[in-house]
């Protein structure tokens, strides 16, 4: 595990990717100092941190007391939209084959403060956190959903409905004028 004395390691960058032969996500990463690291994610664990992450963006909203029920949706639509269009493209992170520090994601740890978050990535060797603002956790959250959708892993009961492709038909209408 980690040394009590080591401060902890803080990932400056992040590639995820489907591997099929493995049925899990790849986490490819580069920690504060260039370090590579790569973490495999299982759909059981992915299936557990989505609905916390969207949960934890749920309380950021800014709603008026009397706001109907659709306007939750609604609002998550558009913001989640919004982050993904200031997305930038980048290059990827590629670890080298004889990578030294390779395991298997045990739990996600979230933490979050206003609109930051801090999310703890925990293995059995270890532990690195990912600091993430609000518009960097929706981009994530979104190649998340690509790879999910890559994998052929069940979206109900883990994506919310507003995140789907086809949201803005069934949220603002299929026929709207805006």
Known sequence: MNDPQRP???VSRITVKYVPREDRM????????????????????AGRLIPSL???????????????DS??????YFVQTNA???????????????ISEEGLLESVRV???????LLDLIWNDGSVTMPAHEMALRQ???????????????IEGVWPDWFAEDA??????????N
């Open 111 to 117: 933490r979050r403060k206003d609109t930051n978050y």
């Open 26 to 45: 790849r986490l490819s990463m580069l920690d504060g100092e260039s370090n590579p690291l790569v973490l495999w994610m299982t759909r059981r664990l």
């Open 140 to 154: 994530l959250l979104r190649i998340l959903y690509r790879n999910y959708q890559r994998g052929g892993w069940p």
């Open 84 to 98: 993904e269009l200031q997305m930038k493209g980048a290059s990827p992170v590629v670890a080298p084959p004889e």
């Open 8 to 10: 902890q390691r803080t």
């Open 168 to 177: 803005h038909r069934s949220l603002i209408g299929q026929n709207q004028i």
């Open 54 to 68: 969207v949960a934890s963006l749920d309380q950021t909203l800014e709603l008026p007391d009397n706001a109907p």
């Open 71 to 76: 306007a939750k949706p609604t609002t998550q």
